[in-house]
């Protein structure tokens, strides 16, 4: 994925300022030597090498001695908590009932987790709305030009009706993938991004949907991964297949995907919007198909709600992740009360490959 290149001369110029500065600066003075001490070949022993050691700040990390496969982190509070690795799958789930309506009031006890039809014992549970890595992806190619200013006014409104603490970069596609704006939770810069159209070309949809996976891979912090796809045709420029890319987003821990689809209704977008659905379902998305493009903002609010009313599961496979392979899993919620209720999450992942985020 490309990076476009917005400040080429201002970079020019500070590094020639910085250079100038080097070239100027006096030279660092000489440390006084201690008048005594261990020989240089000396190894300081462990006591006394923590001893020396600069005092920790309030929310560092730091490894412990001896203490295998974990680490201790130093909260605000001063307190160290030990925090043992586990192989623990995170799902991040939606729950629906007949009538379409979210359902945010379920407890633990009322899911029941299977992989590969293997009931699994849930080790973590919480319902919460917690920030999520998001990128837009937003089809750039010339059929889009006349869509793109209500396209780019839904995408703002999902940002602000998202959790303030996301972090959103931004995508735009024709024949290649460009990413116009980086993790950002600035609403103006994500704006100015989105407004970059230069709509000609083609639309090569899902090298745009792996190049985002795995920048939300690299470099998103946050557990919890989405995003949303926006186009409004067949992909006819990729190198990578509907089947790659939808193996590229079951990755352990990869991201819930939410398309839309603004489409005729011939052959090609037919075909289109059975990609797009099949890129929504397997990951426990959605996918929008609006008949008119004055439904898009709507669906942008509709998505974000989803995102921020969703349940993460976490547990820790019977058949150890070691093994690789493909899981399939399915999760389901009963309690007193509602009536056949419907769980949306991935349909699977691909174990052994470990989450780049951590």
Do not use: C, W
């Not at 945010?104 to 709305?129: A, H, I, K, N, P």
């Amino acid at each position: 994925m490309h990076r476009r290149n917005k400040f080429p001369i201002l970079a020019f110029f500070l590094i020639i300022a910085v250079v100038a500065v080097a070239q100027t600066a006096p030279p660092p003075a000489q440390q006084p030597q201690p008048a005594s001490g261990p020989p240089a070949s000396q190894t300081p022993s462990d006591d006394e090498a923590s001893n020396n050691a600069p005092p920790q700040q309030p929310g560092d990390t730091v490894r412990v001695p001896n203490q295998p496969q974990g680490e201790v982190e130093q909260r605000d509070s001063g307190v160290f908590v030990f925090k043992k690795e586990v192989e623990e799958v995170v799902l991040h789930a939606t729950v629906i009932d007949q009538k379409q309506r979210l359902v945010t009031s379920l407890q633990r006890g009322d899911f029941q987790v299977y992989e590969d039809g293997q009931l699994q014992t849930v080790t973590s549970f919480r319902r919460e709305d917690i920030p999520v890595a998001l990128g837009i992806v937003i089809d750039n190619s010339g059929s889009m030009r006349d869509k793109r200013p209500r396209v780019n006014q839904a995408a703002i409104n999902l940002v602000r009706a998202s959790n303030p603490q996301d972090q959103v970069f931004v995508v735009n596609f024709n024949d290649e993938p460009f990413l116009d704006q980086d993790f950002t939770s600035n609403v103006a810069v994500l704006r100015e991004a989105l407004e970059r159209i230069e709509s000609r070309g083609g639309t090569a949809l899902y090298d745009a949907v792996v190049a985002a996976a795995d920048h939300l891979a690299k470099g998103g912090t946050l557990e919890k991964k989405v995003l949303l796809v926006v186009t409004d045709g067949e992909d006819n420029a990729s190198r990578e297949s509907l089947e790659q890319a939808v193996r590229r987003l079951q990755h352990e821990n990869g991201p819930t995907v939410y398309t839309i689809g603004i489409m005729g209704d011939d052959r090609e977008a037919r075909r289109g919007r059975r990609a797009l659905a099949a890129l929504a379902a397997q990951t426990g998305g959605v996918a929008f198909l609006p008949r008119d493009l004055n439904e898009v903002d709507a669906i942008s609010l509709a998505v974000a709600r989803d995102i921020r009313n969703q349940y993460t599961i976490g547990y820790k496979p019977t058949n150890p992740q070691t093994r690789g392979g493909y899981r399939s899993v399915r999760v389901e919620a009963q309690a007193p009360g509602y009536g056949k209720l419907q769980v949306r999450t991935r349909s699977g992942y691909y174990a052994g490959q470990k989450r780049a985020s951590r």
